[in-house]
């Protein structure tokens, strides 16, 4: 198994939207990456994921853009994923951010 280093959407119910792509900006140590995120539906919203291929261990304020929406932004810290479990080791830098 592999995992992609990046960052989780997980957007809430919007009644009567449709929503396919966000825009996401990680800002880290004043460098700042913008990727797209497609969007798939879920019972509760939508998720979605902006690989990062960089993205590192630690702290990085997010913003995200839906369609027609306003910025947001959080803070947010990526973490280690391990595939296998950490005892088989290739931990992949994660993060998430809920909306």
Same mark, same amino acid.
């Given at each position: 198994?592999?995992?992609?280093?990046?960052?989780?959407?997980?957007?809430?119910?919007?009644?009567?939207?449709?929503?396919?792509?966000?825009? #996401? !900006?990680?800002?880290?140590? +004043?460098?700042?990456? =913008?990727? /797209?995120?497609?969007? *798939?539906?879920?019972?509760?919203?939508?998720?979605?994921?902006?690989?990062?291929?960089?993205?590192?261990?630690?702290?990085?304020? #997010? !913003?995200?853009?839906?369609? +027609?929406?306003?910025? =947001?932004? /959080?803070?947010?810290? *990526?973490?280690?994923?391990?595939?296998?479990?950490?005892?088989?080791?290739?931990?992949?830098?994660?993060?998430?951010?809920?909306?």
């Amino acid at each position: 198994m592999a995992l992609v280093p990046g960052i989780w959407l997980d957007v809430g119910p919007r009644p009567g939207q449709v929503i396919t792509a966000a825009t #996401v !900006t990680a800002c880290r140590d +004043g460098v700042c990456r =913008t990727e /797209q995120a497609s969007l *798939a539906p879920q019972d509760t919203g939508w998720t979605g994921f902006a690989a990062f291929d960089d993205l590192r261990v630690g702290p990085y304020e #997010v !913003t995200v853009v839906l369609p +027609g929406g306003t910025p =947001t932004t /959080q803070n947010t810290a *990526a973490r280690l994923e391990f595939p296998g479990g950490p005892e088989c080791g290739g931990g992949v830098p994660r993060a998430e951010i809920q909306l």
